[in-house]
């Protein structure tokens, strides 16, 4: 995400250019009314203040409830459009913003915040453009304990970007001023102008009456003092020309300049005027370069760079067509050999599988070009086989138009367990630029196989994510909500990292990045025929199909039955969705289940401990998201058989 920065010395005006103020449905002050909004019933209830003015939700008269979820009416604004918040928490507790799109089963989390004040705080959050009717739920939270409670003034909706603003509003739009003892951005204009000012009139209204934001430098007491003004953190993607007007006056050595930062306070300058004083209000535009995909969408998209192989090299390509060292390959389902990681029995490139008899070898995979001042993050896996020592066994450059190499971003360190493992790099050239996946075999007695998968580029750095779907759960940072059935089960789903202590059967790592979390049963804590339920939180229910997706591992000469089963309130019996009945592979195996529940439903993931020892199944990386399933690779909804739990299926 980015803000907009304004810093300068002396004197300066600035207003952003803004349509004249049109609040949207969904917006209310409750003043007459909650303007629409009810309390969800399946939670605590917000309250009108007897008074008026605002709504509020207060641990007191929450009971047994922890929170208390205001919804909107349907809201069908297909523009891009922003909400302006004005709250206050008071002593412990937390308030959410969602959208709920019709026919979801989750609503999607765009802002929250936690910290108490002592007065009323602006928060700015952007809608995009969509046209699917939704509707903005505010969830406040309390903790337990007397003097705990959350409180809204006034929600605004308006058309636009919340970095928009034309300082008409009291909030000014969620723009703040860093406090300087000196110099500061003040709010200008009024009904009447103030006698010893020289400044202009108001560019908005074309009068004395409206505001604007300037800075004097007349209080300024110590050299290169700055006055900063900072807009709202944008929450989610946006692109366009930033544009607004300024008066300047200023001496030479003066600095003007607008810069924008991310998350991880990086700053980059955007604009700086070439002149000192102007005569006039003077209108800018900016095409905004942000260093995050979450501030600009380009005019190139950076994933004809991604690969997964299963449809062959896509636009990459070997240095030599007579010397190819990397060969697209598969393995089917087996107990022995880990096969891709995009899906278990699908592709991904392996060098050094033709050339075991030559005394060496270089292989260099080129990939796409991609254009220079951008930001870029690139993901991958690689996976090793029977090295002895990884100096060169696999390197990553960075290559210019003339195929020089500029830079070498990354290389193995160390020899990794048998297990896929993700590797993210951080990259920014001036130029346009490849990447350049190079092994190098100086010695036959000392190479191995090596081998990549799923390559993707996007731009921004990989340290600010995206964060999770909703719907979505990898275990990285807990459980996700998912609870562990008590009545019907006789031992729970683990969640753990690394290899799983029991020989022979179990993952060696998780499918996420190899070295994170995943859940699983540990046979040996369980008897035979002893099961092990994990329930998703109540889902919403929806009209469209829906699709879930999900990694499993299988690996053990007693591996028992991992099913798939859909639950609601009005049916005794749980609906079988997918199954699958003794050893499948070594891998981590891809599943894509096509279901359809239009009322509150929870999806359950029930493994039954095989005959032996050698039964742990594992689950990681869960997505369920709107249907159908886009490549339902893994079709077959139910495999094995029950007398032979051992059975391997190809």
Request: hydrophobic share 35%; glycine share 8%.
């Amino acid at each position: 995400m980015s803000s907009v920065c304004l810093t300068l010395h002396a004197l300066l005006l600035c207003g952003f250019l803004r349509a004249q103020l049109q609040l949207l449905p969904g917006s209310c002050n409750f003043e007459l009314g909650t303007c629409g909004y009810t309390s969800d019933p399946e939670y605590g209830s917000w309250s009108m203040n007897e008074e008026g003015h605002l709504i509020t939700v207060d641990s007191a008269f929450l009971h047994d409830q922890e929170q208390a979820v205001l919804v909107s009416p349907v809201l069908d604004q297909q523009d891009w459009s922003c909400v302006r918040l004005v709250y206050q928490i008071t002593g412990r507790g937390s308030l959410k913003l969602h959208v709920r799109p019709d026919g979801d089963n989750f609503d999607h989390q765009l802002w929250n915040a936690n910290k108490a004040s002592d007065s009323w705080l602006i928060a700015s959050v952007d809608l995009p453009n969509t046209t699917v009717p939704y509707q903005v739920l505010l969830e406040g939270r309390p903790e337990h304990g007397s003097g705990n409670s959350v409180a809204i003034f006034e929600i605004h909706i308006v058309t636009g970007y919340c970095i928009e603003c034309n300082f008409e509003e009291h909030h000014l739009c969620g723009y703040s001023n860093s406090w300087n003892p000196n110099v500061n951005w003040y709010v200008g204009g009024s009904v009447a102008r103030e006698p010893e000012s020289n400044l202009l009139v108001n560019h908005t209204n074309n009068n004395q009456r409206g505001h604007y934001m300037y800075v004097d430098s007349v209080y300024a007491k110590h050299f290169q003092e700055v006055a900063k003004l900072t807009s709202p953190m944008t929450t989610v993607p946006m692109a366009g020309c930033l544009s607004f007007y300024y008066h300047r006056d200023q001496e030479r050595g003066n600095i003007f300049s607008v810069f924008t930062k991310d998350q991880l306070g990086h700053f980059e300058e955007i604009w700086r005027p070439e002149v000192y004083v102007t005569t006039a209000w003077t209108l800018v535009g900016i095409d905004i370069k942000a260093p995050h995909p979450l501030e600009v969408k380009p005019t190139f998209d950076p994933s004809i760079a991604n690969c997964d192989f299963e449809n062959g090299l896509c636009l990459y390509y070997h240095e030599k067509e007579d010397s190819k060292v990397w060969s697209r390959v598969s393995v089917k389902p087996n107990a022995y050999r880990i096969g891709d990681h995009t899906k278990g029995t699908g592709c991904y490139l392996l060098a050094n599988t033709r050339f075991t008899s030559r005394p060496g070898y270089v292989g260099r995979l080129h990939g796409p070009f991609l254009p220079g001042n951008h930001k870029y993050c690139l993901r991958f896996y690689y996976l090793l086989h029977g090295f002895r020592k990884v100096d060169n066994a696999l390197s990553l450059y960075i290559y210019d138009e003339n195929n020089v190499a500029l830079e070498k971003v990354w290389s193995l360190a160390d020899t990794s367990r048998a297990v896929w493992t993700e590797v993210e790099i951080t990259y920014m050239k001036p130029m346009f630029s490849k990447v350049v996946f190079v092994s190098i075999c100086k010695n036959f007695w000392e190479c191995g196989l090596v081998a990549i998968d799923d390559i993707t580029i996007s731009l921004g750095d990989c340290q600010i994510t995206a964060g999770s779907l909703p719907g979505q759960c990898n275990f990285e940072n807990g459980v996700c909500g998912y609870i562990q059935d008590k009545k019907e089960d006789k031992a729970d789903w683990l969640r753990v990292r690394g290899h799983t202590p029991t020989s022979y059967t179990g993952p060696r790592g998780d499918h996420t990045t190899g070295v994170g979390y995943f859940m699983y049963i540990e046979a040996s804590l369980m008897h035979p025929g002893h099961k092990a339920r994990l329930r998703t939180s109540v889902l919403r229910g929806s009209l469209s199909p829906q699709c879930l997706i999900f990694y499993y591992h299988m690996y053990g000469s007693g591996t028992g039955i991992l099913s798939v089963l859909l639950h609601h309130g009005s049916k005794e019996h749980d609906t079988l969705l997918w199954r699958r009945r003794g050893e499948q592979s070594v891998s981590w195996m891809r599943a894509m289940v096509d279901y359809h529940c239009d009322v509150r439903h929870q999806i359950i993931f029930e493994a039954i401990r095989g005959p032996s020892l050698r039964s742990d199944i594992a689950i990681d990386d869960i997505l369920i998201k709107r249907g159908p399933c886009e490549d339902p690779g893994d079709i077959i909804p139910y495999s094995g058989f029950s007398e032979y739990f051992n059975e391997i299926e190809n």
